[in-house]
């Protein structure tokens, strides 16, 4: 399947980048990949993040498959565990170009 050539609403790459479109998602699945946290020690770990948010965001991990609670705590599901390697792209995309996004904006910034 391509980029939605033919039904946007069925659309299994957007359906993916939703997924990793809300700031927290891959926040809490990559504070995951070492094993089950419970709610306080996912907190502790990510930082800057209120027990609402948290919650909220877990809920939602949760309701699509990537996230389980097991014995008061939250782990990864296997499906949750495929989205590791993405991620970690990401943050390998960020490292190495971050400094040229932020200068674009700099740039943006002083023009507008």
Known sequence: MGWCEHDGRNCRTRLAFDLVANTWNPVVLWAL????????????????????????????LESDGLVERREG???????????LEPIEGF??????????????????????
């Open 73 to 83: 705590a939250y782990a990864l599901t296997p499906l949750g565990e495929t989205l």
């Open 33 to 60: 990949r070492h094993g089950p946290r419970r709610h306080v020690d996912l907190r502790r770990t990510i930082g800057g993040i209120s027990a609402k948010v948290l919650t909220e965001a877990l809920r939602r």
């Open 91 to 112: 943050g390998r995309w960020a490292a190495e170009h971050g400094d040229d996004v932020v200068a674009a904006q700099s740039r943006a910034a002083r023009s507008a």
